[in-house]
């Protein structure tokens, strides 16, 4: 069978809309599963920073990520072995957040729909104006929408801050390079307001909301309130993203599949997105 199968067919669609440079009325072919993965439709983007001892963990997290090496290098049978032991907390680096994180009774990790985890992606772009204590106003999503049409239903909605350039550098991703509770007054990093949180389960049904910052809410929350509004509606959230810059503002289509942990609040997360464009 060389179709898309059903779980990609919204992927195909996807791939199918008229672009700019097409006469008017041409259509453009379906892809096909080789199109796909085989990049001749378009092309998968890495979402994903990669965990290693520079991964970005919450402030309040002095552990971080660990890794141990306990086999490298050739046995006494011959063959060449490695093996690692790694640690970490689940919400650090590029990770899930269950919405039970911070909703009592809702969804645990293993608990998430696949189809809040696969799906559909819609990209609005701030980084032009974010500014460390930035928050995605309703403005935002509604001049968005003027532009790109209304955000779907069942989409996963990213918010661009551009702030992944500066992952590798803990102080100005974060706002503060100190470890420990007396970091935590000392963040600064955009997110996503409250005002806007509440507008999106009022008004839309979106899938998940991702960014690539550290925190769906903005550092300087108090409150966590956007954490609230979104995983009481059972809306997973995306944390410490990347790349988002090369997804256009509609079309993509996201992967994000984080460790299976039972009954966990959240976890690493391997999160890759197909995007028609070249």
Known sequence: MNRLPIFLIILAMAGCQPRNSEPAGVAVAEPTLADVFGHTAGRWVDLTHSFSEDSVYWPTDVQGFELEQLDYGVTDGGWFYASYRYSGAEHGGTHLDAPIHFAAGRQTSDEIPLNRLIAPAVVVDVSDRAYADYQLTVSDLT????????IPDDAILLMRSGWDASYSDRSAYLGTDLTGPEAVPQL?????SPEAAQWLVDNRSIAAFGLDTASVDYGQS????????????????FE?????????AIGSYVVALPMKIADGSGGPLRIVAWTPEP
């Open 143 to 150: 001049a968005w929408e003027v532009e790109h049409g209304r």
């Open 188 to 192: 600064h990093f955009p997110g996503l």
């Open 222 to 237: 108090q409150d966590f309130r956007t954490h609230v509004i979104l995983y009481s509606e059972n809306i997973p959230g």
């Open 240 to 248: 410490n993203l990347a790349n988002l810059g090369d997804l256009p």
